[in-house]
């Protein structure tokens, strides 16, 4: 039986592109000479204090993530005569995906995603009006734990974020119950010197375990706490909201799994060395791969030249780019090994 664990301080923002996004704590503001309030020199603007965005990364927010992992095995070898042996075994795996002990973690999913409550995107600024800017937000679980007090802002208890409990379970993604890992080999001398020894086995890798798997299970996103506050100024607005971008985990997420083989000759030169010759193959299934599913179709931006701002033609009004980790990957390796 094994537990594992993260503690983690939770502040990303690599996105430094856009207008008004940073992943400077301090906060950073543009300066240029193309707005509507300037002096003509960006470097007057800035004597000035004339800015074009401003944006900055908010208070940290601190995130216990928790996971079990169940597993359990039977091996053995037979010696069917003095040339053969055959070894074999089955393992099995239980892996659960990591979940927020305080709740403090959300996600995106298009299931819930209401069309009809997306914010307004304004065409040339950019910025959202109406609408509902959590729309498609999910917090797994059923509500905040009496734990969260103390560690989750007041202002996120407090209810207002209540809608947000979908009824999807605190681990979010599935628990997979089908890594039945079984193991063959075995061994046959085929005279005094030379010998053969082919094998095979399934190895799963537990979900969420890799370096990209905390910012998918991120903690409450930027339109919560501010992990990513976007604030921009023009003449008469202050403050307004820019759609939101997130890093997230998909909700079905196969158990990432490879089969591995391996063939092995050996043969003994009296007196002198043994040479062995092998092969060794594996096949890896359900890894893992970075899909916007808020990306534009080819040919959207040229079909819609009046349209200032990307935002406005995403499928997810409110939201900018939705990265998602998707385990649809695949991978394979064969190797030749002599010594």
């Not at 069309?115 to 959590?134: I, K, M, Q, W």
């Not at 808020?294 to 939705?322: E, H």
Request: with cysteine; glycine share 8%; hydrophobic share 35%.
């Amino acid at each position: 039986m094994e537990y594992a664990g993260e503690n983690n301080y939770d502040q990303i923002s690599v996105d430094n592109t856009r207008p008004g996004t940073t992943n400077n704590q301090n906060g950073l503001f543009n300066f240029s000479d193309g707005q509507g309030i300037t002096t003509k020199a960006a470097v007057a603007n800035a004597a000035l204090g004339i800015f074009n965005t401003y944006g900055e990364i908010g208070t940290r927010s601190y995130t216990l993530f928790r996971g079990n992992m169940y597993s359990m095995f039977g091996q053995d070898q037979w010696r069917v005569n003095s040339k053969l042996v055959l070894e074999y075994g089955i393992r099995y795996d239980i892996m659960q995906s990591y979940h927020a002990l305080w709740g403090n973690q959300a996600f995106f999913n298009p299931s819930v995603y209401n069309p009809s409550l997306a914010p307004t995107v304004n065409p040339s600024t950019g910025f959202l009006t109406g609408g509902d800017a959590y729309n498609g937000v999910v917090i797994p679980g059923s509500g905040f734990p009496d734990s969260a007090k103390g560690h989750v802002p007041d202002a996120i208890l407090n209810g207002t974020y209540s809608r947000l409990f979908r009824g999807f379970d605190s681990n979010y993604s599935p628990t997979v119950y089908s890594n039945i890992q079984p193991r063959i080999g075995f061994a046959y001398e085929i005279s005094p010197a030379p010998s053969f020894a082919p094998a095979q086995a399934l190895h799963p890798a537990p979900r969420h375990q890799r370096r990209r798997t905390r910012w998918r299970q991120r903690s409450l996103p930027a339109c919560l706490l501010a992990d990513e506050r976007q604030r921009r100024r023009t003449r008469r607005q202050w403050c307004q909201p820019a759609s939101t971008r997130l890093y997230l985990a998909c909700l079905q997420v196969p158990q990432p799994e490879s089969w591995g083989w391996n063939v092995t000759v050996e043969h003994e030169f009296t007196n002198v060395a043994v040479f062995t010759l092998s092969y060794v193959g594996r096949r890896a299934y359900h890894l893992e791969q970075l899909a916007n599913i808020n990306q534009l179709q080819p040919g959207t931006i040229q079909a819609n030249p009046s349209i200032a701002k990307p935002d406005a033609l995403r499928p997810y009004k409110g939201f900018a780019t939705i990265i998602e980790s998707q385990n649809t990957g695949g991978a394979f390796y064969h190797s030749m090994q002599a010594t």
